[in-house]
């Protein structure tokens, strides 16, 4: 018998399928460092479609990655609704046409390959907007596209989070609730025995209805502090779930920079690696009196250096002047 693979591993330890959410940071920032870096002001970029069309490319490796190590959903944040205010009305229009590239033929023929059912949710937020507004049209796109897929079940899920309100989602689903409907609710939350079965039924309830799907409580959460930035930047899943049972990582670099290497060492500490953990009220049992006295002293010495907190905002490096 051969040993398992580590795909094989992965989907043997999350039968409910390995699911993770995931905020893809600093995608400018990569078109410059790979696109831009010999150009007289590199800052700039001349073509956002020239610069969709990469970064299209680079959100496959990224999915292909988790994908192909055995993860079954993803949770991809591609846009927040203060995108349309926090960088002004140029950068808000460009990448509300970008955002039909993940409908485009380039989309749907990755989506195919790979057998994936791509979802969209967030977009009720964009019906807000004016009538007029660009949005609405991407809006409408989007609901006629999933109106048309054919989902089908055990297939991998992509759910995009697209300028999500969760409050405005869960009012909706609230608002649009038969009688019926609440009531069974009602009589089910009443008929458990604990606080734990209390949050998975109403997370199976409201996740349902705000993704459109079923998706298991996610396991964990890759993100980017590659500016000091630990912000949790998807809204909807933490909302859904309230972090609780979840791993959260963070690469030090652009998200897409991520290699396949990378994410496999975040899938094997998260699913194998044994944690420095007690259930019990205390750690009897777990310490030596060496073992104790060496991590106080690397505690202390952490804690003598104020640059040692995570979350501290850093800046790009310098460029070193010649001596």
């Not at 009720?124 to 609405?136: F, G, I, V």
């Not at 496999?264 to 104790?292: C, H, W």
Request: some cysteine.
């Amino acid at each position: 018998m051969t040993d398992q693979t580590f795909p094989d591993r992965i989907r043997e330890h999350y039968p409910e399928g390995l699911t993770g959410v995931f905020a893809i940071g600093g995608t400018r920032t990569t078109y410059v460092l790979e696109q831009n870096r010999q150009s007289a002001d590199p800052g700039r970029i001349n073509n956002f479609a020239v610069q969709g069309e990469y970064l299209l490319s680079r959100y496959w490796d990224f999915c292909k990655n988790f994908y192909d190590l055995g993860g079954q959903n993803m949770i991809i944040t591609a846009f927040s609704f203060r995108g349309f205010y926090n960088r002004g009305a140029e950068y808000a229009e460009v990448v509300t046409q970008e955002m039909l590239r993940l409908i485009g033929d380039n989309a749907i023929n990755f989506y195919k390959e790979e057998e994936i059912d791509p979802y969209f949710v967030g977009i009720d937020t964009l019906r807000l907007l004016p009538p007029d507004d660009p949005a609405q049209y991407v809006a409408q796109q989007f609901t006629e596209f999933q109106q048309t897929w054919n989902y089908q079940p055990g297939r991998r899920k992509l759910i995009w989070e697209i300028a999500s309100i969760p409050l405005y989602s869960f009012w909706e689903a609230y608002r649009h609730m038969s009688e019926d409907e609440s009531r069974q609710l009602d009589t089910e939350l009443n008929t458990l025995a604990n606080l734990e079965e209390v949050n998975r039924t109403l997370y199976r309830h409201f996740s349902r209805a705000a993704y459109g799907t079923d998706v298991p409580m996610p396991h964990f959460y890759l993100g980017t502090n590659k500016s000091g930035d630990l912000k949790w930047r998807s809204p909807l899943p933490l909302a859904l779930s309230g972090g609780d049972y979840l791993r959260m990582f963070y690469t030090p670099y652009p998200s897409l920079f991520t290699t396949r290497e990378t994410m496999q060492a975040i899938l094997e500490n998260l699913a194998f690696k044994d944690r420095f953990y007690s259930p019990k009220t205390d750690y009897s049992g777990q310490y030596t009196t060496d073992l104790v006295q060496t991590e106080y002293d690397r505690v202390m010495d952490l804690s003598a250096n104020p640059e040692t907190t995570l979350g501290l905002s850093r800046k790009v490096a310098p460029v070193p002047q010649p001596e």
